[in-house]
């Protein structure tokens, strides 16, 4: 199972393994109280999109979009292969700094480690 949670959002046992998904540490948070297991900054969006994103739901589609194609690179693929993985044995939550719960990266990623679990990490074909 993979969830999201806010930065700011208490940490809790049932949490499982705990990963920050963000390129910045979420401002005003300690370490400890974010403890977090991984941080994997190879699955935040490059420094580029996220400031053309501003968290602006108008651009939400076209962020979705750019990043998915972000998430193809070598190393992310090789995040998300590894934390697909660990969702298939327990519980996995990414963590996230941003205030929008609805765009933002980390929803986008769960749908693609969600469907890296379903296919066996393969991406499905076209057409």
């Given at each position: 199972?993979?969830?999201?949670?806010?930065?700011?959002?208490?940490?809790?046992?049932?949490?499982?393994?705990?990963?920050?998904?963000?390129?910045?540490?979420?401002?005003?948070?300690?370490?400890?109280?974010?403890?977090?297991?991984?941080?994997?900054?190879?699955?935040?969006?490059?420094?580029?999109?996220?400031?053309?994103?501003?968290?602006?739901?108008?651009r939400w589609r076209e962020f979705v979009a750019r990043y998915r194609r972000e998430l193809?690179?070598?190393?992310?693929?090789?995040?998300?292969?590894?934390?697909?993985?660990?969702?298939?044995?327990?519980?996995?939550?990414?963590?996230?700094?941003?205030?929008?719960?609805?765009?933002?990266?980390?929803?986008?990623?769960?749908?693609?480690?969600?469907?890296?679990?379903?296919?066996?990490?393969?991406?499905?074909?076209?057409?």
């Amino acid at each position: 199972m993979v969830l999201v949670k806010r930065a700011y959002e208490p940490a809790a046992a049932e949490d499982g393994f705990r990963v920050l998904v963000d390129r910045l540490w979420p401002r005003g948070v300690t370490k400890a109280a974010l403890a977090l297991d991984a941080w994997v900054k190879e699955v935040a969006p490059s420094h580029e999109l996220r400031r053309w994103f501003g968290h602006d739901p108008g651009r939400w589609r076209e962020f979705v979009a750019r990043y998915r194609r972000e998430l193809r690179a070598p190393g992310a693929r090789a995040a998300i292969a590894d934390l697909a993985a660990r969702a298939a044995r327990g519980r996995v939550t990414l963590v996230y700094g941003a205030a929008d719960e609805a765009h933002n990266d980390a929803v986008v990623l769960r749908a693609e480690i969600e469907r890296a679990l379903r296919t066996g990490g393969r991406r499905p074909r076209a057409g």
